[in-house]
């Protein structure tokens, strides 16, 4: 059985792991391309900002109640996304579109869409399946595995950030 208040927990943990991550990161370091066909820090924070608030409106639609073992899902969820040797093309409705929004502003709007999200799952439940999407791995989610993906993603991409971090040379982007 999976305590709620323990996922709340980790996931505001989650969140505060990140802002921590990020402290030493300047402006420049921030919109850098390392990589040719890489993402930049700026634009990884986008890309988890757009997915979050993409998942807290999901929540708002259509749902279909379920008993089905969360474990299951989870678990898919972690081995793919902890799988940092797979390499992913994000599909475009969450590719980050372009935002200039300041780091302390993607991060606050990560934050503030998260508990926005764990609200919704108090208040209208977290085993109800969200039918807006089914997502390539793990197909239809409730809210509590959603909840779980952002915890594995934003760690995914926090892995990517701090790979940046330690070769901060940019490429000619």
């Known amino acids: 059985m999976i305590d709620i208040h323990i996922?709340?927990?980790?996931?505001q943990a989650?969140?505060?792991?990140?802002?921590?991550?990020?402290d030493t990161v300047n402006k420049e370091l921030y919109k850098t391309h390392h990589e040719e066909g890489k993402w930049s820090i700026q634009q990884i924070l986008e890309h988890l900002s757009v997915t979050e608030r993409?998942?807290?409106?999901?929540?708002?639609?259509q749902t279909t109640e379920t008993n089905r073992d969360p474990n299951m899902i989870i678990h898919q969820i972690r081995d793919f996304l902890g799988d940092q040797s797979d390499k992913r093309t994000?599909?475009?409705p969450v590719r980050p579109p372009g935002e200039d929004k300041s780091m302390i502003k993607f991060l606050d709007l990560i934050l503030e869409t998260r508990h926005?999200?764990?609200e919704q799952g108090e208040s209208?439940?977290?085993?109800?399946?969200l039918d807006q999407f089914s997502h390539p791995i793990s197909g239809a989610m409730t809210r509590l595995e959603w909840l779980y993906f952002h915890i594995y993603h934003t760690e995914r991409h926090l892995h990517q950030i701090k790979l940046i971090?330690?070769?901060?040379?940019?490429?000619?982007?």
């Not at 971090?165 to 982007?173: F, L």
């Open 90 to 92: 994000a599909p475009a």
């Open 124 to 129: 209208k439940g977290w085993h109800q399946i």
């Open 165 to 173: 971090m330690q070769n901060p040379k940019p490429s000619n982007v």
């Open 7 to 11: 996922l709340k927990a980790d996931s």
């Open 116 to 118: 926005a999200f764990i």
């Open 54 to 61: 993409g998942v807290l409106m999901m929540g708002n639609g």
């Open 14 to 22: 989650n969140i505060q792991y990140l802002r921590d991550s990020l």
